[in-house]
């Protein structure tokens, strides 16, 4: 079973401030995607990364992939209280099985 | 165009009992699949359909049954309901099937309370 551990699980930070969220696994993925969700909504796709050493840029969030594709991390520079959020990383591996899913990094931006 | 829609978004049920949710995709989209969202345990797969047939299947007992139509539309249904099953129950969509063809779309889920 592939498995994929986020850290930190909460954070609570004030407006402007930089956060720097990390998705971990053993396991080799092929591409790995980031989804926000909010209160009452489902997941909604940020970004997904296929290279290792990928770096992509998202206005303020900055989501860069391992080079050996094994882990991810998402940055956030100066903080804002509407990235208030559930992150998720998503990975998938080489074969044809569903999204492995972390267990979600919740962050709250204090106005 | 017209996003993932899930009903019904909330339903209370007790021990025992059975429960079918439904989920109409995106147009033009043939593959659904299907989470269980807890605080403990996060984004669980359950399932995905294509065209009509179950693709994938996650780590859930047999309690937990799909299908899907010839429209695509998918319903999920939950037997002999357990105080667990109390979860967010997620339906994502995509155009095609398999773990590399890009994004989910996902709908605001329906909320299952069990008592």
């Known amino acids: 079973t592939q498995l994929l551990e986020q850290s930190p699980q909460f954070l609570s930070i004030q407006e402007g401030e930089n956060l720097t969220v990390y998705c971990n696994s053993s396991?080799?993925?092929?591409?790995l995607q980031w989804y926000r969700q909010e209160p009452g909504e489902g997941p909604v796709l940020l970004v997904t990364?296929?290279?290792?050493?990928e770096v992509k840029k998202l206005k303020r969030l900055t989501f860069q992939f391992g080079d050996a594709r094994k882990d991810s991390s998402l940055h956030i520079t100066a903080a804002q209280p509407g990235d208030t959020g559930l992150y998720l990383c998503?990975?998938?591996?080489?074969?044809?099985?569903?999204?492995?899913f972390g267990s979600g990094t919740r962050l709250q931006v204090q106005p | 165009k017209a996003g993932v829609t899930q009903t019904p978004r909330y339903l209370i049920k007790t021990r025992g009992q059975q429960v079918t949710l439904s989920c109409s995709p995106i147009?033009?989209?043939?593959?659904v699949s299907w989470y269980q969202q807890t605080p403990g345990q996060g984004l669980q797969f359950l399932f995905e359909?294509?065209?009509?047939?179950?693709?994938n299947k996650g780590n859930f007992p047999g309690r937990f049954s799909g299908r899907q139509f010839s429209n695509s539309r998918s319903e999920m249904n939950v037997s002999t309901l357990e105080l667990g099953d109390s979860a967010l129950y997620l339906c994502?969509?995509?155009?095609?099937?398999?773990?590399?063809?890009?994004?989910?779309?996902f709908g605001e889920g329906s909320r299952l309370t069990v008592l």
């Open positions: 359909y294509f065209s009509e047939t179950q693709r």
């Open positions: 994502a969509s995509r155009r095609t099937s398999g773990a590399n063809t890009g994004e989910l779309f």
């Open positions: 396991s080799v993925f092929s591409s």
């Open positions: 998503a990975g998938s591996d080489t074969g044809r099985r569903a999204l492995t």
């Open positions: 990364v296929v290279t290792g050493g």
């Open positions: 147009s033009g989209h043939r593959s």
